[in-house]
């Protein structure tokens, strides 16, 4: 069973940084798109960034572009997620998520982990 | 940007009553869209792909159709493990899918 476990999150304040891991098992990582989405207290989903399985295609949100960069690690099966100049409004759960795509669209997100709590505050 | 619409935004129904739930998009999305269901301290998980296809092990209560900009998940018996918010994701635009703002559904 595929199953992907996210750490890293916790209290920054505004400004500051915070590098996010999300570490998946039971699958052959090396062949999967992966991306980041959050979720603020009591809201809903937000998609953050996308990675395709080469690392070599990017995309983020408008709203963190120029802010947070994500990369993988294939040797160690892992995802990040490096988040400069942290908001208030960047505080939720980060969710890691495995995406299924074809030629032209995003089929559905299938695997997702607990997710990590990151709070933004002075 | 593509926006997901989704009502109710929360509801409450007693036990093997039928729910809808319904999700527009902004544009036309053919039927990329799918549903999760959220439970409290939970990650989603995915109920229903492409409208229409139920995810493996997903219960059969749970259906999902429409085409082009309005869709609908429908439990056909709600049961009490089926509490939990509902959101529907178009993964049209496949680099900025978007989410609808969710709909919690509640047991009476």
């Known amino acids: 069973e595929v199953q992907v476990v996210e750490s890293g999150g916790g209290l920054v304040q505004p400004g500051g940084s915070l590098r996010l891991s999300c570490a998946a098992s039971g699958t052959t990582f090396i062949n999967y798109e992966m991306n980041w989405v959050r979720q603020a207290p009591g809201k809903g989903l937000e998609w953050v960034s996308y990675?395709?399985?080469?690392?070599?295609?990017?995309y983020y949100a408008d709203s963190v572009r120029g802010r947070f960069s994500i990369s993988r690690e294939d040797a160690k099966e892992s995802l990040y997620l490096q988040m400069d100049s942290l908001r208030a409004e960047d505080a939720a759960v980060y969710y890691c998520a495995r995406g299924r795509y074809n030629d032209y669209f995003l089929k559905y997100f299938d695997v997702w982990g607990r997710g990590t709590l990151v709070t933004v505050s002075s | 940007d593509i926006q997901m619409t989704q009502s109710p935004s929360s509801l409450s129904a007693s036990v093997g009553d039928r729910v809808t739930i319904t999700c527009r998009a902004s544009?036309?999305?053919?039927?990329?869209l799918n549903w999760y269901q959220q439970k409290p301290g939970e990650a989603p998980k995915l109920l229903v792909y492409t409208a229409s296809s139920l995810q493996s092990g997903v219960p059969s209560r749970f259906s999902g159709s429409g085409s082009g900009t309005d869709f609908t998940l429908t439990i056909s018996s709600l049961q009490p493990e089926d509490s939990a918010t509902y959101y529907c994701?178009?993964?049209?635009?496949?680099?900025?899918?978007?989410f609808g703002g969710g709909t919690k559904v509640e047991i009476k």
């Open positions: 994701q178009q993964g049209y635009s496949a680099h900025a899918p978007t």
């Open positions: 544009q036309s999305i053919s039927n990329i």
């Open positions: 990675i395709s399985s080469s690392g070599s295609t990017i």
